[in-house]
């Protein structure tokens, strides 16, 4: 393949940048004030009075960065987040005290070797009411007021509620667009209110973005403080390591990847080379590269990337924010998300279930976590009613390559987020992820294959009566279509073996001659002609 030859190639030698950028100034930021002591009473009356863009600056070297320093003052609220055990009692003070670790501490496991979770102080957070919350993020929408034009940084203080502004690393990810896919909807399944959350309409093309600018902020950081991270490395399959590596080439901080060798795009696999990653092609697969690079972070002092890293999902779960915004705050029946190493499922879980406990909104939505069934793990729990202890899979090839994972990370944090939200799980074909996804594109979009996994999920679903005609539906849609496009080509090239490709679109073969372009046109149209 291509992509062996490039990373074979020996004059292809990317070396990690400076490791120590220049120390830009400390400016602490606030936007509101709050005190999580028992004693303060709530700030009355809770009317939100978000922050208003600054006035122009009238010096010529004034950036939106300046802006935030000249106008912000210093940390006056007492919002905090740290670390806990994953699916430890907030209510338990002793739980909590027996294992609590600063956000800026490099740690990714309990003392059990159980995941950790980002647990925030809900009592600080919730002297401000839902509406407030409401108001405030809505404020902030369509801004460039440094760094809340993010959709992620506009949840500031309910991500990385500590962080000074000025270490922030963002692309102003975030606030993709949800699209009505009314005729999709119309056509192939009898669907009014069916949309696709587009997050793969990002800066690298995937929602890693959202993870990411949280992570690379947080060790920017870490660097500024002298702690001892010299890169950053992740695992990938292709979309973590374009988030990644751009991120981090933006902060001057190096980034290292293992990429299993010949099983991601060509389009994946240039995004890292291009923004200046060191990039090792391992003849192994997802997993194996996953316990390596577990591996050598423990060893040197690289931070670890991967979704194991429970904050990237802190910045994953702003997109659960953002379908609610955009629906001006109305609860969809249901969200559909693609399913690999499983942290985007509990990621929107946790987005949802925040809104609702701090009174945002009464409700959460059921969730769908959609797997391809050639890695399809999670699915074979959820069959065995979850009774039967997990059991790790080989997973096999799938077009859907970014979720081909038989050992996922985030499989605990998956069951909790589904259990508590009356969740499915669902599977796919390679065969019907195809056809979903040349469907959907027929149709105006241009999605990926992991969407396309997503809709057979809501296809089958749709099938059995269990989503309704009127049920408002969202489907996660992970990654921008054109990192996909040989997998496309193939497809309508009718190319693939044992697929029968029933909806491919082939170019035609004609002449260079009028008669013969006018024969093909007049066969396509009488094909087209409304039946009577």
Known sequence: MASTSLLQSPNLFLKPQNPNPPTKPHFPTTTIKCSSSSSSPPPQPLVPKPPSPPPPSHHP??????????HNTTHNHHFSAHYVPFNADPSSAAAADSESYSLDEIVYRSNSGGLLDVQHD????????????RDLFDSRVGKTTWPYGSGVWSKKEWVLPEIDSDDIVSAFEGNSNLFWAERYGKQFLGMNDLWVKHCGISHTGSFKDLGMTVLVSQVNRLRKMNRPVVGVGCASTGDTSAALSAYCAAAGIPSIVFLPANRISLAQLVQPIANGAFVLSIDTDFDGCMQLIREVTSELPIYLANSLNSLRLEGQKTAAIEILQQFDWEVP???????????????????????????????IPRLVCAQAANANPLYLHYKSGWDQE??????????????????????DRAVYALKNSNGIVEEATEEELMDAMAQADSTGMFICPHTGVALTALIKLRNKGIIGVNDRTVVVSTAHGLKFTQSKIEYHSNDIKDLACRFANPPVQVRADFGSVMDVLKTYLLSKAPKT
């Open 61 to 70: 070297h004034h950036n939106i960065r300046d802006e935030a320093r000249r």
């Open 122 to 133: 809900m009592a600080a957070l919730k002297n401000y009411d839902g509406k407030y919350w």
């Open 390 to 411: 997990f059991k790790p899979v080989k997973a096999n090839t799938t077009f859907a390559s970014a979720i081909q994972i038989g050992d996922p990370v985030s499989i």
């Open 333 to 363: 029946d249901w969200v559909i998300v693609p399913g690999g190493n499983l942290g985007n499922i509990y990621a929107f879980y946790k987005g949802f279930h925040m809104c609702k406990e701090l009174g945002l909104v009464d409700r």
